[in-house]
């Protein structure tokens, strides 16, 4: 009994700084990106790679997904990204997002099994 109280004030906690990094972008004009990486099963998938790329810049924040298979990309200009990513047995993952000013922006994404693309 007492591992599941630690392990939900664990994930209240995460949730809590999470919201925190959402909330703080609007207030400098900057936004973020964030999803959940899933497999064609919808189980999550933890560790996954993660690249955002501003598209006009070409400044790239990388990330790995957490145990939640879980992401963010937080404190990101405006602009035109691309989202690659990747894991382990799962072919590669690509799409386009436009940020606005101060959005929070949810990109969830379903890989397929297979060897990786290039």
């Given at each position: ?10 994930i209240c ?51 790995k ?54």
């Open positions: 009994m007492r591992t599941a109280q630690m392990f939900t004030r664990f906690a995460g949730l809590i700084m999470i919201g925190s990094v959402s909330l703080a972008c609007p207030q400098s004009g900057q936004g973020g990106i964030e999803g959940t990486v899933l497999g064609p099963t919808e189980a999550v998938i933890p560790a996954a790679a993660v690249k955002v790329v501003h598209e006009a810049t070409g400044v790239a924040l990388e990330t997904t957490s145990t939640a298979g879980f992401y963010l990309a937080p404190a990101l200009n405006p602009g035109n990204y691309t989202i690659l990513v990747s894991a382990l047995g799962m072919q590669n993952w690509s799409g386009k997002a436009l940020l606005e000013v101060g959005q929070a922006l949810r990109i969830d994404v379903r890989m397929q099994v297979g060897r990786p693309t290039r």
